[in-house]
């Protein structure tokens, strides 16, 4: 393994692409984390998110370290039903299984389970707990990403550096795509499908059916644009019925008297209209049955 760092023109494009796939495997990431963490309680939100992706980093990193003892994985050790299996197979058909049953759970709860906040029944979600999944889907991710990673490249440099890079940046982002995910429920379930569509995907490369990302991450890409199309379109449409919102009357204040009424009362030149004046005379009008006032009132 290679630990030099000199920048040749195969050296930077080796290190964007592997950049650019830290990055979105870090997004996958933070949304688990994100979904995850929205189980604590608010204090506790924010320090598994951190705790959370840190652990991811240092994991990914000690994982390139033993990159010669990694590869290794991919040698089969078993066969069944005339396939053989390695342990990155076994790895990730467990991860991929863990991460459909999470997602299927979320949803449920989210379409048919109980309205938040009034869960007395629900199970208490632990701090201890929500770190012990993430590192569980950590390793999976993980796994597969420096697999990737040491195929392109075996300057182990490039790739901590990578990393370590990718993982800066999601630490900074990961507090807005948190917000983002939790505040609109329609991005929600969508993060929960597309941890799904991972899932079966990372069943699927277990059982050796390999599948071009592009056919996972094209379908992603304009699910994601679709709905920012559609946040567009509400924002503008909720603005608009805000500038249509008629302005606040003035309750008046005797409820017994119609103020069209009396505003014609006053404006009109009849003899039998009454009159309305600024001394301590009564306002009299065409009808007495109502509460005789003094003055303006």
């Known amino acids: 393994m290679d630990f030099s760092f000199a920048f040749t023109p ?19 990431n933070v949304i688990f984390i ?59 058909i467990a991860g991929g299984l863990f991460l459909v049953y999470k997602a299927v759970t979320e949803i449920h709860h989210k379409l048919e389970g109980e309205e938040e906040g009034h869960g007395d029944k629900r199970k208490a979600v632990t701090f201890g707990s929500v770190i012990a999944q993430i590192l569980v889907l950590d390793l999976v991710f993980s796994l ?27 630490l900074f982002a990961a507090r807005f795509i948190f917000e983002f995910v939790n505040r609109h429920p329609t991005v929600k379930m969508l993060a ?24 996972i991450y ?20 909720a603005k608009r019925a805000k500038a249509r919102t008629e302005a606040v009357k003035l309750r008046p ?6 103020e069209q009424v009396a505003v014609t009362a006053a404006l009109s030149t009849g003899a039998d209209a009454g009159s309305v004046g600024l001394s301590r005379k009564p306002v009299e009008g065409a009808d007495s049955s109502h509460e005789t006032r ?3 009132g």
């Open 253 to 258: 204040r005797y409820s017994d008297v119609d």
């Open 192 to 215: 929960l499908s597309f941890l799904l569509l991972i899932g079966v995907f990372l069943i699927a490369e277990g059982f050796e059916i390999h599948i071009d990302k592009a056919f």
């Open 34 to 92: 994100s979904i995850l963490a929205s189980k604590l309680p608010r204090e506790q939100q924010a320090k598994a998110r951190n705790l959370g992706l840190t652990l991811a980093m240092l994991m990914r990193v000690l994982l390139v370290l033993f990159a010669g003892w990694i590869i290794t994985l991919k040698d089969d050790v078993v066969e069944l039903i005339g396939m053989g299996f390695s342990w990155k197979d076994f790895i990730l």
């Open 144 to 170: 597969d990403s420096v697999i990737t990673a040491v195929g392109m490249t075996d300057n182990l440099l490039v790739i901590i550096t990578v990393v370590v890079l990718s993982f800066g940046i999601m």
């Open 10 to 28: 195969d050296l930077i494009a080796v290190f964007l692409t592997l950049f650019v796939l830290e990055v979105v495997l870090g997004v996958d």
């Open 294 to 296: 003094h003055g303006l």
């Open 218 to 237: 094209g379908p992603m890409a304009f699910a994601i644009f679709v709905e920012v199309l559609n946040l567009s379109y509400a924002g503008r449409k």
